[in-house]
Nanobody, 119 residues
Framework: HVQLVESGGGSVQAGGSLRLSCVYT?????MGWFRQAPGKEREGVAR????????YYADSVKGRFAISQDNAKNTMYLQMNSLKPEDTAMYYC????????????????WGQGTQVTVS
């Protein structure tokens, strides 16, 4: 069982930056970030294949966000730049045992979430 703990959320003005961190107890086949805004479905933001660092981003964040992983520290990051009000959401760290599709139904383990608010 993989445990995930996010941190780094907060409030920022549009155009600003934040870096989210996710500490995990054990690495998984694939890891990613999702977000959920009030009244909306949870959506995939970015994912990374453990070990080979192959990344994929949702179109809405491509060129602004960067996902990375430091297995020596058991930590995954999401660097978010040029933030927009529409990026406001609860951000969740996710771990996949078998899949690497950026869909919520494929996720095996979730973190508790960290709030990002962009004004």
């Amino acid at each position: 069982h993989v445990q995930l703990v996010e941190s780094g959320g907060g409030s920022v003005q549009a155009g600003g930056s934040l870096r989210l961190s996710c500490v995990y107890t054990d690495s998984a086949f694939c890891m990613g970030w999702f977000r959920q805004a009030p009244g909306k479905e949870r959506e995939g933001v970015a994912r990374i294949y453990t070990g080979i660092d192959s990344t994929y981003y949702a179109d809405s964040v491509k060129g602004r966000f960067a996902i990375s992983q430091d297995n020596a520290k058991n930590t995954m990051y999401l660097q978010m730049n040029s933030l927009k009000p529409e990026d406001t959401a609860m951000y969740y760290c996710a771990a996949f045992r078998w899949s690497c599709r950026l869909v919520a139904s494929d996720v095996d383990y979730w973190g508790q979430g960290t709030q990002v608010t962009v004004s």
